[in-house]
C-alpha cells in the first residue's frame, strides 16, 4: 500500500487526529487526485493561506512543517503570509489579498479583539473558510471564525501560576510579556497574575513588557532584573523572553542565589538553560499540531462543502523540566521544529 493510501485511509477512518498528526510522509506529487485504492475522492488541488503575525520567528518552524506534511498527505497547497512584526494591519491585507484571490480556506493568528471581524466576514460570504490559530478572540467575540486550533491560553496561564505558586513562596515575581495586549500571549499572563492574586499568597506579581525583537528582549530583561536585584522570580509568556531570563539567570549566577524562571516554547537556549538548572520549566504548546490539523480541518470542511465544521482543538500543555527536557534536546525532528527530515522517533 502506497504510503499516501495508507494515511489517508488513517484519516478518514477511525484513528484520532491526535494519532494521524504523529504520522510522517515523503511529499507525493501535488495532483489532488485520490491514490489508487483510496477513500479520498479526487479533487481540485485547494490552497489554504496562513495569515501569522510573526512569519519569521523560529516559534512557527513546526507549525510550518506541520502544515507542510498535512497538505503533502492531502494533496493540496498553502501560502505563508501576513506580519512580521505583529502588524495587525499587514495581516487584515493578507486576508483581503487570500479572498481576493479567491482561495479555498484560510488559517489566522486572531491576536486582535476587532480588526479581523469585517474581513473574517468578507471570507466567510465568499464561501472562504475561516479558522484561527496560536491565538484567538476572546469568549463572546461578533467574529464568525469556525473554530480554534490552539493552546487554551488562559487556562495555560492558570497552569503556570499554580506552578510558579510552587516555586515561590513570597515576595515580588515579574512576568515579561513582549506584546501586552496581544491576544495569543495576553491571556497566558492574565491567568498567571489570577492564579497567584486567588491564592492569597504574599506575592507581588509585576507584568514587564520587553519588544518583538530577541534582543531587545534581552536587554529589558536584564535591565529590570539590575534595577531589582531582589525579585524572586522571573517568568514569561512567549519564547524570546523566556530565553532571555535564562541567560540573565546564567549570567548573574541567580539560581544559586535561589531565583526562579520559567516561561513557554522550546528554543533550544530555553532547553539549554533547563538542562543546566538555570529555568525551572517551559511550555510545550505543540506548534506543529496547530499547522497540521488547521489544515485537516479545512480540507475536510472543504471536501465535505461544508458539512464537516471545523472543531475548535486544544493543542495541549506540557511542562518541559529538568527531568525530561534530554528527550528534547536528544532527538532533532520536524514536531519541534529542530530538524527537518521526516523520521519515526524512538525513545
Given at each position: 500500500m502506497?504510503?499516501?493510501?495508507?494515511l489517508?485511509?488513517?484519516?478518514?477512518?477511525a484513528?484520532?487526529?491526535s494519532a494521524?498528526?504523529?504520522?510522517?510522509?515523503?511529499?507525493?506529487?501535488?495532483?489532488?487526485a485520490?491514490?489508487?485504492?483510496?477513500?479520498?475522492?479526487?479533487?481540485?488541488v485547494?490552497?489554504?493561506?496562513?495569515?501569522?503575525?510573526?512569519?519569521?520567528n523560529?516559534?512557527?518552524?513546526p507549525?510550518?512543517y506541520g502544515?507542510?506534511?498535512?497538505?503533502?498527505?492531502?494533496?493540496?497547497?498553502?501560502?505563508?503570509?501576513?506580519?512580521?512584526?505583529?502588524?495587525?494591519?499587514e495581516?487584515v491585507?493578507?486576508?483581503?489579498?487570500?479572498?481576493?484571490?479567491?482561495?479555498?480556506?484560510?488559517?489566522?493568528?486572531?491576536?486582535d479583539?476587532?480588526?479581523f471581524?469585517?474581513?473574517?466576514?468578507?471570507?466567510?460570504?465568499a464561501?472562504i473558510?475561516v479558522?484561527s490559530?496560536?491565538?484567538?478572540?476572546?469568549p463572546?467575540?461578533?467574529?464568525?471564525?469556525l473554530?480554534?486550533?490552539?493552546?487554551?491560553?488562559?487556562?495555560?496561564?492558570?497552569?503556570?501560576?499554580?506552578?510558579?505558586?510552587g516555586?515561590?513562596?513570597?515576595?515580588?515575581?515579574?512576568g515579561?510579556?513582549a506584546?501586552?495586549?496581544?491576544?495569543?500571549?495576553?491571556?497566558?499572563?492574565?491567568g498567571i497574575?489570577?492564579?497567584?492574586?486567588?491564592?492569597?499568597?504574599?506575592?507581588?506579581?509585576?507584568?514587564?513588557?520587553?519588544?518583538?525583537?530577541?534582543?531587545?528582549?534581552?536587554a529589558?530583561?536584564e535591565?529590570?532584573?539590575?534595577?531589582?536585584?531582589?525579585?524572586?522570580?522571573?517568568f514569561?509568556?512567549d519564547?524570546?523572553?523566556?530565553?532571555?531570563?535564562?541567560?540573565?539567570?546564567?549570567?548573574?549566577?541567580?539560581?544559586a542565589?535561589?531565583i526562579?524562571?520559567?516561561?513557554?516554547?522550546?528554543?533550544?537556549?530555553?532547553?539549554?538553560q533547563?538542562?543546566k538548572?538555570n529555568?525551572?520549566?517551559t511550555?510545550?504548546?505543540?506548534?506543529?499540531?496547530?499547522?497540521?490539523?488547521?489544515?485537516?480541518?479545512?480540507?475536510?470542511?472543504?471536501?465535505?462543502?461544508?458539512?464537516?465544521?471545523p472543531?475548535?482543538?486544544?493543542?495541549?500543555?506540557?511542562?518541559?523540566?529538568r527531568?525530561?527536557?534530554?528527550?528534547?534536546?536528544?532527538t532533532?525532528?520536524?514536531?519541534?521544529?529542530s530538524?527537518?527530515?521526516?523520521i519515526v522517533v524512538?525513545?
Amino acid at each position: 500500500m502506497k504510503r499516501r493510501t495508507m494515511l489517508a485511509q488513517m484519516a478518514l477512518g477511525a484513528t484520532s487526529l491526535s494519532a494521524l498528526a504523529a504520522a510522517c510522509s515523503n511529499p507525493p506529487p501535488m495532483s489532488g487526485a485520490a491514490s489508487e485504492g483510496s477513500k479520498l475522492p479526487a479533487h481540485p488541488v485547494w490552497k489554504f493561506v496562513f495569515v501569522n503575525h510573526a512569519m519569521t520567528n523560529p516559534f512557527f518552524t513546526p507549525t510550518k512543517y506541520g502544515i507542510e506534511d498535512a497538505c503533502a498527505l492531502l494533496g493540496c497547497t498553502y501560502q505563508w503570509t501576513g506580519s512580521e512584526i505583529n502588524k495587525v494591519s499587514e495581516m487584515v491585507d493578507a486576508m483581503k489579498t487570500a479572498i481576493a484571490d479567491k482561495v479555498d480556506g484560510i488559517a489566522v493568528s486572531l491576536v486582535d479583539p476587532v480588526a479581523f471581524n469585517a474581513v473574517t466576514d468578507a471570507a466567510l460570504s465568499a464561501g472562504i473558510g475561516v479558522l484561527s490559530y496560536n491565538g484567538d478572540v476572546p469568549p463572546g467575540s461578533p467574529n464568525k471564525r469556525l473554530a480554534y486550533i490552539g493552546q487554551d491560553l488562559y487556562q495555560s496561564g492558570l497552569q503556570v501560576g499554580a506552578h510558579i505558586l510552587g516555586l515561590v513562596k513570597e515576595g515580588d515575581v515579574v512576568g515579561f510579556i513582549a506584546t501586552p495586549g496581544s491576544l495569543n500571549l495576553q491571556p497566558r499572563i492574565d491567568g498567571i497574575h489570577d492564579a497567584i492574586k486567588n491564592s492569597g499568597k504574599p506575592i507581588n506579581f509585576i507584568e514587564i513588557a520587553t519588544g518583538v525583537a530577541v534582543s531587545d528582549e534581552l536587554a529589558a530583561v536584564e535591565s529590570y532584573y539590575q534595577a531589582h536585584p531582589k525579585i524572586k522570580g522571573m517568568f514569561a509568556v512567549d519564547g524570546g523572553s523566556t530565553q532571555s531570563i535564562g541567560q540573565v539567570i546564567e549570567k548573574y549566577h541567580l539560581a544559586a542565589k535561589g531565583i526562579h524562571g520559567g516561561g513557554y516554547d522550546l528554543q533550544p537556549i530555553t532547553l539549554a538553560q533547563i538542562s543546566k538548572g538555570n529555568l525551572d520549566f517551559t511550555i510545550d504548546q505543540q506548534p506543529y499540531l496547530q499547522g497540521f490539523l488547521s489544515v485537516v480541518q479545512l480540507f475536510l470542511y472543504k471536501l465535505s462543502g461544508g458539512l464537516q465544521q471545523p472543531s475548535s482543538t486544544n493543542t495541549g500543555l506540557h511542562f518541559v523540566t529538568r527531568e525530561n527536557v534530554s528527550l528534547y534536546l536528544k532527538t532533532q525532528t520536524r514536531f519541534e521544529g529542530s530538524g527537518d527530515k521526516e523520521i519515526v522517533v524512538t525513545r
